[in-house]
Nanobody
Framework: QVQLVESGGGLVQPGGSLRLSCAASGITLSINRMAWYRQAPGEQRELVAAITIGGSTNYADSVKGRFTISRDNAKNTAYLQMNNLKPEDTAVYYC??????WGQGTQVTVSA
């Protein structure tokens, strides 16, 4: 049974940083595509960042240069380092593995 457990969300001031984690069990992250999505209230879920099996990454234009996706194969855990956060980054963030499996989501709120 695949389980993805996200953590690291919270309330942060504009310009601050957070690191989200996605701990996986029942599936090996190193041999699957892994991605972070987010969904703001009233909006569609959107891709934030993705990392391929080979380690290639891609980012939404809105987060390029501020967010970094990474993966620790030994811990079977993926991360999203988010720097210089903006109010428009406020959303529920979800990890996704192999296109099919989703975590429960973690709330990120950027507000003064």
């Amino acid at each position: 049974q695949v389980q993805l457990v996200e953590s690291g969300g919270g309330l942060v001031q504009p310009g601050g940083s957070l690191r989200l984690s996605c701990a996986a069990s029942g599936i090996t992250l190193s041999i699957n595509r892994m991605a972070w999505y987010r969904q703001a209230p009233g909006e569609q879920r959107e891709l934030v960042a993705a990392i391929t099996i080979g380690g290639s990454t891609n980012y939404a234009d809105s987060v390029k240069g501020r967010f970094t996706i990474s993966r620790d194969n030994a811990k079977n855990t993926a991360y999203l380092q988010m720097n210089n956060l903006k109010p428009e980054d406020t959303a529920v963030y979800y990890c996704n593995v192999a296109w099919h499996y989703w975590g429960q989501g973690t709330q990120v709120t950027v507000s003064a």
